[in-house]
């Protein structure tokens, strides 16, 4: 983001209470994995009570589930044998003596072999398809409550008579597997809730019976670690009641003045500079979960983009990355983007480090041009994104330079398998022929394949927004090419040049 800045949402989460089970997230047998009923249950891995995440719902509720199954038992995991399966359920408790009836506005349950991921095929940007279960569990999900859907397998309203238990709804998980789900609804009393996972079985009473027994399911890997979760040195994962599962913002930007970078997902971790923090807080929590809802999975997020400026822009989603770090697949789900003049979904693919533009935008000038995105924060993906509208020269410029990158990898890899140097720098990619304005983009580093020393990057300084004394004033964004154009390809060519005299002199030339 040379040159430019960031700017804060300050939107909002409601205050919705949200059960989340996702600690531990690999769970290796039967047991309670969360409880909001008052009291405490026992530790497998220490034989010691744990003192429940209490917590009494009463009227507007959400669930979310995320847990993968790796039983102990290695003759269980499947393979030559038969793999073995877990129900993991989610029980409502009736406390009082009245019935109290559950109603549900939407929901989705999947595992990995009913939605199964195919991440060769679903990186980058996809339109989503009616029923896009290929996409991973936790997109599967996200997708339903996104689109206001309530899965047909669900019921749409469950009766807990008094002082009694019922299942609200399970899913079976075979081994090696991931399950997701999401649920929303409402409540005409107060009620609590539990998740339990049971080997071998999905019957009702023996889902209540793990309940009754009081201990937790093994997996627990973080007890050892408490007062590093405290400090913030550790992220374990979320067991405990969250409030919020919706956060909404509305923001005005004039694009004449220059892009519009805001974050989405932001943690204190990365926030880029807008000090701007989107976690909702738990309520109450197991001892061995993330003190906050960092990974706010299953809250949907509504930001409406009030844009004023002129001619095609891109709308941009990203997720930089610390220099050094290896990359990973930093976001798979759907984004639904809509305009005056329609919607449309998306799947995205991103791995770290990249800014993919997710759609077009063409700006009316005169005029309000109104941009809502809106997603479903999907489970295995990591915060810490960065959405823009830029032009889209500048996104033009960032995928030269990318390109640029990649073309002397390729290089780099082909010299090493020959063992020779390569005699001829690769093309290019901006000619100084160029007629089109280069504008100036956000600077995000490309990975090497393998750890290697330092190589000179090609860097674009930004102009001032304010013109040096004398000098005519431009718009801040803007480089004119007959100034650049000559100085930018020398600067590509000597970048060139340093990798090749690096090359020469790790092959002992």
Do not use: C
């Not at 993968?68 to 995991?77: E, I, Q």
């Amino acid at each position: 983001m040379a040159g430019q800045r960031a700017r804060p949402l300050n939107g909002t989460f409601n205050n919705v209470p949200v059960l989340h089970s996702n600690q531990p997230e690999i769970v290796k047998g039967a047991g309670i994995l969360v409880n909001t009923q008052p009291g405490s249950a026992i530790a497998s891995e220490n034989n010691q009570p744990l003192r429940n995440a209490a917590f009494t719902f009463n009227g507007e509720f959400g669930l979310h589930m995320h847990h993968k199954y790796y039983p102990s038992d290695a003759s269980r995991l499947g393979g030559s044998r038969q793999r073995g399966l877990m129900t993991i359920a989610a029980i409502a408790i009736n406390p009082g003596n009245q019935p109290v009836t559950l109603k549900f506005k939407r929901g989705s349950v999947k595992n990995s072999f009913e939605a199964p991921y195919h991440p060769n095929k679903l990186m980058g940007v996809k339109p989503l398809g009616r029923r896009p279960w290929n996409t991973g569990p936790g997109d599967a999900t996200a997708v339903q409550m996104l689109r206001g859907e309530l899965d047909r397998r669900l019921p749409d309203q469950v009766v807990i008579p008094p002082r009694s238990r019922k299942v609200v709804v399970s899913t079976v998980l075979p081994a090696r597997g991931i399950a997701n789900g999401l649920l929303r609804g409402s409540s005409n009393g107060k009620f609590q809730m539990a998740v339990v996972a049971a080997e071998e079985t999905q019957n009702e009473q023996d889902l209540i019976a793990v309940l009754d027994q009081g201990k937790l399911a093994p997996g627990r890997i973080y007890l050892n670690r408490l007062r590093e979760i405290e400090t913030g040195k550790v992220f374990s994962r979320v067991a405990g009641v969250a409030l919020g599962d919706h956060y909404k913002a509305s923001i005005q930007h004039d694009l004449n003045q220059g892009p519009l970078h805001v974050p989405l997902t932001s943690t204190h971790k990365h926030h880029f500079g807008t000090r701007e923090i989107q976690i909702n807080p738990l309520s109450t929590r197991m001892i061995d979960s993330a003190v906050n809802n960092v990974g706010t999975y299953g809250v949907r997020y509504d930001l409406d983009l009030n844009l004023s400026g002129l001619g095609p822009h891109e709308l941009v989603f990203s997720h930089p990355v610390a220099s050094g770090r290896s990359s990973f697949t930093a976001f798979r789900g759907s984004i639904r983007i809509e305009t005056d003049e329609g919607f449309r979904e998306v799947h995205v693919g991103l791995r770290s480090g990249q800014s993919l533009p997710i759609s077009d935008l063409r700006l009316k000038p005169g005029q309000n041009n109104r941009v809502r995105v809106s997603l479903v924060y999907p489970a295995d993906a990591t915060p810490g994104h960065l959405l823009s509208v830029v032009p889209v020269q500048q996104l033009a410029m960032l995928q030269r330079r990318q390109e640029m990158q990649a073309a002397a990898e390729r290089a780099l890899a082909a010299s090493k398998q020959r063992n020779v140097t390569p005699t001829t720098p690769p093309p290019s990619p901006i000619s100084p022929a160029a007629t089109q304005p280069a504008v100036i983009k956000p600077s995000i580093k490309r990975i090497p394949a393998q750890p290697q020393q330092p190589v000179a990057q090609p860097t674009v300084r930004p102009m001032l927004a304010t013109p040096r004394r004398g000098a005519s004033a431009m718009p801040p964004a803007m480089i004119m090419p007959g100034r650049i154009n000559a100085t930018l390809e020398q600067r590509y060519r000597e970048a060139i040049r340093v990798q090749q005299e690096w090359l020469q002199r790790m092959q002992g030339r």
